[in-house]
C-alpha cells in the first residue's frame, strides 16, 4: 500500500493506492480529473503536473513536452503531487444573442423547468417560470467527460472500452449540479422543477443515456437512435429533442429552432464552428445538414501557447503603429492564447506579412505580446481546422447550387462563434466574406433551442419536421469537399 | 541540361514546365534514371524536407507531387527498358471503417517521391485487404492509416492477420495517423510510426534499403 499525497490549490487530500498506476487514472478514480484535450495520449501538454516521489522516469512524450504530464507518469510508491488549480473563471456561453427572452419578474408560479445543453467541452443549464417564460437562473460548466476524452470520438472509444457508465455518471451528475446551482441562485427548492429539455449532439445523448455508441464508432456512421423522446432524470421528466444524424444531433435541432432558417422563402444558413463544425442550409423549402471534424484547434489544444477563455488568455489581437497589440482576459499580462485571440493573431501576422498566404511564417516566432508568441506549427494546426469549416460550407452550399453571395442570413452558434472577431475569420479565410456580411452572433442557440421546447407546445412539432427533413449531406471521403479541403488550407490573399 | 532545372520547376509545382524540362532532358539522350533521381526525386527529397520544418504546408507537396507525376509518366516506358525497378514496393490504405484519405494521400505522394512503388488500396480498408495485397504484389511495407481512435483498432488487426499468413518476416507495418502514436506502434507490434507523412517516407525508404 502507498500514498498519493494531491495539493490542489488550498487543499491536501492522501490516496491510497497499490501496484503500479498511472497518474491520470488514479486521480480520474478519486473525482480529482486533471483536463485531458489530446485524449490522454500525451501530445497536448495541458495536463502537466509537478510530481516527486516513486515516478517513473520521463518518457519521450514527457521529455518532449518539457515537463511531467498526468496522462504519461506512472507511480510505483509513495509520492507528492501539486494539480493546478481549477479555473473558475472559465468563460462558458450561456447567453441567447438576439433571440428573445423574457426576464425575471422575481414572482414565480411554482412551476419550474430547465433547458440543459449538453456541449462537448461545456455545459449550460436555464431555470424558467413555464406559467410566466420568465428567466429564472442560469449556471455553466465544463463537461466532466472531458476527463475522459476531449472529442466526441475519444469518449466514444472509452464507453466502448468499459467506461460507459462513468460517463453516464459524469454528465447526469453534472447536470444535478447545475440544477442545485441554478435552484439556489433563484431561491427556489430543487424539487419545484417539474419538467427539463436536454439536447447535445448525438454522441452527448447516447452518453447520456448509457446506450451503446458503437454504430457511432465507424463509417458509415448511422445512429440507430435519434431520440425524440422523454426519459427520467432523477424522478424529473426530461425530454431529449430529436438528431438528425450521427453527426447532426439535437443541438443543432434546437439552433435551427431560433435560427432565420426554416422560415418562409429566405436562402438562410447556420454553423457552429467547434471540435466538431456543424453546418446547415434552408433553401426553396429545403433543408440541408452536414459536419465536419476541425479539431481542437480553436479551442486551443494543439497549439504551442494555447488554451480556453481563461483568465490571461489573449482573447484579441490588433495592430497599433505597425505592431500587433492584444487584449487579455482580466487585464493580466499575457500568459496564452485562446481561439478568438489565435484567430486574430494570424489575421494580423497575414496582413503584418509575418505569415504569407501559404502559411510560410517569415521568423521562427511570431511575438504577440507578453510571453506569449504564434509559432509555425500553430499556423499549421489553424490552416487544417479552418479549411475543414469553410470546404464544409462550401461543399453544403454547392450541394443546393448556391454560392455564398446567395445566402441573405447567416448565423452563428455556439462559444466560439459568438466570440471570434468576424472580421479575422474573413481575413483568415474561416468563413467567406458574403457570409460574414449577413451575419447574426446567436450565442448558445442549442440552449436557447431547448428553451423554446421547454416552453412552446408547438415547438416540439416544428422540431420533429427539422430533423426528419433534413437532408445529409456527407462530407467524409466525398472527393469534392477533399478537394475543396486543400484549396482552403491556403490563406486569402491580403488586400 | 542541369537536372537541377527540373527539381527547382517541381518544387514550385511547375507541372507544365517539369513535364517539358523532362522530355528536353530525355531527348538530350540524359538516362532516365539520372532525370528521376536528380531532377524529380531530388525535387521532392527538398520539397520533403521543408514540410518537416513546417516551410511548407500540404497543397504545396500536392502541387509539387502532381508535377513529379507529369514528369514520372514521361520516364516510366524508359525506366522499364533500362531495366530499372522501383526502390520498394508498398501498399497503403486507410484502416477499415475510417474514410479519411487525406493523410493518406500524402504520405503516399511522399513515397513516391523517395522513388517507391505504391499501391494506394484507398479508405475502409479490410485487415485481409491489406495483406493479402502485400502477398500477391510482393510488398515489402503495408502502410496503414487511421484517424479516428475507434478504428485505430484494425491495425492491430493488420498486424495479427499478418502474422497469421507468416509474412511477418518479409513485411514490415508502418502506421500513423492522427491517434496514432509511438506507444501504440509498440504496443500492437508494427514495426513503425512517424507523425508525418515525409518522416513515413523516410522510414519507407530506409526499410527498403
Redesign the interface.
Known amino acids: 500500500m502507498a500514498i498519493l499525497k494531491v495539493h490542489k490549490g488550498k487543499i491536501t487530500q492522501n490516496i491510497k493506492f497499490e501496484g503500479r498506476m498511472k497518474l491520470s487514472d488514479l486521480l480520474l478514480q478519486n473525482g480529482l480529473s486533471t483536463i485531458h484535450p489530446c485524449g490522454g495520449r500525451g501530445v497536448c501538454g495541458k495536463c502537466r503536473v509537478e510530481i516527486t516521489g516513486s515516478v517513473s522516469a520521463p518518457n519521450a512524450l514527457e521529455q518532449k513536452a518539457g515537463c511531467r504530464l498526468s496522462c504519461q507518469a506512472e507511480i510505483t510508491g509513495d509520492c507528492e503531487v501539486i494539480l493546478p488549480e481549477d479555473r473558475q473563471d472559465m468563460m462558458i456561453e450561456t447567453g441567447s444573442g438576439q433571440a428573445e427572452t423574457v426576464q425575471s419578474s422575481g414572482i414565480s408560479s411554482g412551476k419550474i423547468g430547465a433547458a440543459v445543453d449538453i456541449g462537448t467541452t461545456t455545459m449550460a443549464l436555464k431555470l424558467y417560470d413555464l406559467q410566466s417564460f420568465a428567466e429564472l437562473a442560469s449556471a455553466a460548466m465544463l463537461n466532466p467527460q472531458g476527463s475522459v476524452a476531449a472529442d466526441v470520438m475519444g469518449r466514444i472509444g472509452a464507453s466502448m472500452g468499459g467506461k460507459r457508465d462513468l460517463l453516464r455518471q459524469q454528465v447526469t451528475g453534472a447536470i444535478e449540479a447545475l440544477l442545485q446551482e441554478a435552484c439556489e441562485k433563484a431561491e427556489i427548492a430543487a424539487n419545484t422543477v417539474t419538467k427539463m429539455v436536454v439536447t447535445g449532439n448525438t454522441t452527448m445523448l447516447y452518453l447520456l443515456t448509457g446506450r451503446d455508441p458503437e454504430a457511432l464508432s465507424h463509417a458509415p456512421f448511422e445512429a440507430d437512435c435519434l431520440f425524440d423522446e422523454t426519459i427520467d432524470l432523477f424522478g424529473i421528466p426530461s425530454y431529449l429533442p430529436p438528431c438528425a444524424h450521427a453527426f447532426v444531433g439535437a443541438d443543432i435541432t434546437c439552433a435551427i429552432l431560433v435560427s432565420h432558417l426554416c422560415r418562409g422563402n429566405e436562402t438562410a444558413a447556420l454553423c457552429d464552428i467547434g471540435t466538431n463544425g456543424e453546418m446547415a442550409l434552408w433553401k426553396d423549402g429545403r433543408l440541408y445538414v452536414a459536419s465536419t471534424a476541425a479539431g481542437p484547434a480553436f479551442e486551443g489544444a494543439g497549439i504551442t501557447m494555447g488554451s480556453g477563455s481563461v483568465t490571461g488568455a489573449i482573447n484579441g489581437v490588433s495592430i497599433v503603429n505597425g505592431k500587433p497589440h492584444v487584449s487579455v482576459i482580466g487585464n493580466t499580462e499575457a500568459q496564452s492564447l485562446c481561439g478568438s485571440g489565435l484567430l486574430d493573431a494570424i489575421a494580423v501576422g497575414l496582413a503584418l506579412e509575418e505569415i504569407d498566404e501559404t502559411g510560410a511564417m517569415e521568423e521562427d516566432e511570431f511575438p504577440l505580446g507578453g510571453a506569449v508568441s504564434l509559432f509555425p506549427k500553430d499556423v499549421r494546426a489553424v490552416q487544417l481546422a479552418k479549411a475543414a469549416i469553410a470546404a464544409g460550407l462550401e461543399t453544403l452550399l454547392d450541394s443546393a447550387g448556391i454560392k455564398p453571395k446567395d445566402v441573405s442570413s447567416f448565423d452563428l452558434a455556439g462559444g466560439f462563434g459568438s466570440n471570434l472577431n468576424l472580421r479575422s475569420a474573413a481575413a483568415i479565410g474561416l468563413l467567406p466574406e458574403e457570409l460574414v456580411a449577413c451575419t447574426t452572433v446567436l450565442g448558445n442557440a442549442a440552449l436557447s433551442g431547448a428553451a423554446q421546447l421547454l416552453l412552446h407546445k408547438e415547438a416540439t412539432a416544428r422540431a420533429r419536421e427539422i430533423a426528419k427533413n433534413a437532408v445529409h449531406v456527407p462530407l467524409g471521403g466525398n472527393p469534392k469537399f477533399n478537394e475543396r479541403y486543400m484549396d482552403n488550407m491556403l490563406f486569402p490573399e491580403q488586400e | 541540361m542541369e537536372l537541377s532545372l527540373i527539381s527547382e520547376k517541381l518544387q514550385a509545382g511547375k507541372a507544365k514546365e517539369v513535364k517539358a524540362l523532362v522530355q528536353q532532358a530525355i531527348d538530350e539522350g540524359i538516362p532516365a534514371s539520372e532525370i528521376l533521381d536528380k531532377g524529380l526525386l531530388a525535387g521532392m527529397n527538398i520539397v520533403g524536407e521543408k514540410f518537416k520544418n513546417?516551410?511548407?504546408?500540404?497543397?504545396?507537396v500536392?502541387v509539387a507531387a502532381r508535377a513529379m507525376n507529369q514528369g514520372a509518366n514521361l520516364l516510366k516506358p524508359l525506366l522499364a527498358a533500362e531495366g530499372v525497378t522501383a526502390h520498394g514496393k508498398v501498399c497503403i490504405g486507410t484502416i477499415?471503417?475510417?474514410?479519411?484519405?487525406?493523410g493518406k494521400n500524402l504520405v503516399r505522394m511522399m513515397m513516391e517521391g523517395k522513388g517507391l512503388e505504391v499501391v494506394d488500396l484507398g479508405?475502409?480498408v479490410s485487415p485481409d485487404t491489406f495483406v493479402n495485397t502485400a502477398i500477391e504484389q510482393n510488398c515489402q511495407i503495408i502502410c496503414c492509416s487511421a484517424l479516428?481512435?475507434?478504428?485505430m483498432g484494425g491495425m492491430a488487426e493488420v498486424v495479427k492477420k499478418a502474422e497469421a499468413a507468416g509474412i511477418r518476416d518479409k513485411v514490415k507495418i508502418m502506421i500513423g495517423g492522427?491517434?496514432v502514436?509511438?506507444?501504440y506502434a509498440k504496443q500492437i507490434g508494427a514495426d513503425c510510426y512517424t507523425s508525418d507523412a515525409a518522416s513515413a517516407a523516410d522510414a519507407a525508404a530506409a526499410f527498403c534499403k
Open positions: 513546417n516551410e511548407v504546408f500540404v497543397p504545396e500536392l477499415q471503417g475510417d474514410l479519411h484519405d487525406i479508405t475502409d479516428l481512435t475507434t478504428t492522427a491517434p502514436t509511438e506507444a
